[in-house]
């Protein structure tokens, strides 16, 4: 079967630096996506990754493995406004999309 | 078992078609929505359903218009396919419209008009 794991729940405090991480197994790959997901609101995009490495966007990072399918979202220095659920979301085939059920992060003062 | 499926996977048609774009879902929920991904994979909200209320998007032509034949069921139909309708369209479910409910998401269905 194919299959996203990632945390349910995290919680991290302001200014500090979170990794929220995302395991897959799926019978193929083209890329991996990260989108940010305030609650009521559609899903923020902020990365796409199709080669291993580490690609940074300001204060997010999303890393890759395909080796080990495996990948992360780095978010450093924190923010209250960065609470909310984190989806990854795994593209096996060309348009043909799984989601993860998503890391709902807290973010305390 | 899949929690949210949506058929076709991939839809390919003719300008100035119609067509409809299924979506289920076997969790339960109340609420269910349709989005489109951009060429920037950036995700647009369409349509939010629940079976007290549609909420549209303002910026959504009028040619797509959701069915619901049932709380299990959101149906995306599209008038008068254009080509820039070209996308993939992501269904999503959750238990309620607002709070920190799970999104669940369909696998996508690529439409490409020619």
């Known amino acids: 079967g194919q299959n996203i794991d990632q945390p349910t729940e995290m919680t991290a405090t302001e200014g500090a630096i979170v990794q929220i991480n995302c395991t897959y197994q799926t019978s193929g790959f083209n890329g991996l996506f990260w989108y940010q997901q305030h609650a009521g609101e559609a899903p923020t995009f902020l990365s796409y990754n199709v080669l291993d490495g580490l690609e940074e966007k300001g204060r997010f990072s999303s890393f890759l493995s395909r080796s080990k399918g495996y990948s992360y979202l780095l978010l450093k220095e924190l923010q209250m406004k960065d609470s909310a659920s984190y989806l990854c979301a795994v593209e096996p085939f060309p348009y043909k999309y799984i989601f993860g059920t998503g890391t709902r992060l807290k973010v305390l003062a | 078992d899949t929690a949210v499926s949506q058929t076709p996977k991939y839809l390919v048609t003719q300008m100035g078609n119609d067509k409809s774009i299924k979506c289920e879902q076997n969790l339960g929920h109340d609420t269910m929505y349709w989005y489109k991904q951009d060429s920037k994979k950036f995700l647009k909200i369409m349509f939010s359903?629940?079976?007290?209320?549609?909420?549209i998007n303002e910026t959504v032509p009028n040619r797509f218009s959701p069915k619901s034949p049932d709380k299990a069921h959101l149906n995306l139909h599209i008038n008068s396919l254009e080509l820039g309708d070209s996308a993939v369209y992501f269904c999503?479910?959750?238990?309620?419209?607002?709070?920190?409910?799970?999104?669940?998401f369909g696998p996508g269905t690529r439409l490409l008009v020619l």
């Open positions: 999503a479910s959750s238990q309620e419209t607002s709070g920190e409910e799970t999104q669940y």
């Open positions: 359903y629940n079976n007290k209320e549609l909420i």
